[in-house]
């Protein structure tokens, strides 16, 4: 065995079986890393224990912190807050009212943007300003920046499969070139909890192009015209970053909700959040882990 690449020797074949935890500085079997798309020898940079310690550590600290630096906050331009909805039903765990009031709450509560639940949502997990203008965008960030949020819903039991799609209803030409300008949110739920957001510039071609070739045709055809999206305009964009990821097992568990693309992409990016304490992983997020 080789000391310096920690390689076995067979015949002419060069076969890696061991790796040094980045982490602790231990020289360990290949079993003993998660696989990572892309990572050298397609394995995590720190070994499974170091990966668990940390993330005991970390749960411990966010129980006990006063401070929660990932719970959004409330803005008095929110038209509802659906944290505060979550602990004033909780009272009420078992009672009728609760299950009434949000069946009421998902099916029909609204701005007067249309600027709905799940959207509102996002939102709050993002911490952005809720923005009244009817043909504005939906949101801006803290410095002003115009933000689009479209949400996808899909139900566990049902055969359909998440998007991470959405559409821009009424669309006109002005319209499209504010779009130029915007950062895009995209939110996914299943079973109404939070499974993953993502965000990108408006402006990425592939994306922008396909909103442009959409209204256009829209045009061609008169009426209503709606410029879509899906997940291939805008996955491979490199400004695209992951707000909220879901963590391994709610990701295997629904697995089949997503195509063979979106689960390679978020089981990497899964493994890139475990070395990032700032990730907001749905396990270790308490805002993105509540059901609405």
């Given amino acids: 065995m080789k000391a310096n690449n920690l390689t076995v020797i067979q015949g002419n074949k060069e076969e890696v079986t061991e790796r ?5 500085n231990t020289v360990k079997s290949l079993n003993e890393f998660h696989r990572k798309i892309g990572g050298k020898h397609n394995r995590n940079s720190r070994c499974k224990e170091c990966i668990n310690n940390y993330d005991r550590a970390y749960n411990k600290s966010r129980r006990t912190s006063s401070v929660n630096s990932l719970t959004p906050k409330i803005n008095n331009s929110k038209i509802y807050d ?3 909805i979550n ?7 078992d009672s009728k009212l609760k299950d009434m009031f949000l069946t009421i709450l998902k099916s029909s509560l609204a701005s007067s943007t249309g600027y709905n639940i799940k959207e509102e949502y996002v939102a709050n997990v993002l911490d952005l300003n809720h ?19 479209k949400t996808n819903f899909v139900s566990a039991n049902s055969s359909n499969k998440v998007t991470f799609g959405g559409t821009f209803n009424d669309i006109t030409e002005h319209k499209l070139q504010d779009v130029l300008k915007y950062k895009m949110a995209v939110g996914v739920f299943i079973d109404h909890y939070l ?9 990425w071609p592939p ?3 396909r909103l442009k070739e959409e209204f256009e045709r829209g045009k061609r055809n008169g009426g209503r015209i709606c410029s879509g999206f899906h997940y291939n305009d805008w996955k491979d964009c490199p400004d695209l970053e992951w707000a909220v990821i879901p963590d391994v ?3 295997y568990k629904y697995q089949n909700k997503l195509t063979k693309s979106m ?8 493994s890139n959040a475990m070395e990032d304490p700032n990730a907001r992983l749905t396990s270790r997020s308490e805002c993105a882990n509540i059901k609405f």
């Fill in 207 to 209: 994306f922008y192009n």
């Fill in 249 to 251: 097992n709610t990701l």
């Fill in 20 to 24: 040094v935890c980045t982490k602790c």
């Fill in 195 to 203: 499974f993953a957001i993502a965000t990108f510039p408006a402006s």
């Fill in 263 to 270: 689960f390679d992409d978020l089981t990497n990016a899964c």
């Fill in 82 to 84: 659906p944290f505060a």
């Fill in 87 to 93: 602990n004033v039903l909780n009272v009420h765990e």
């Fill in 131 to 149: 923005c009244t203008d009817v043909n504005g965008p939906d949101a801006y960030d803290n410095n002003n920046s115009p933000w689009e949020i």
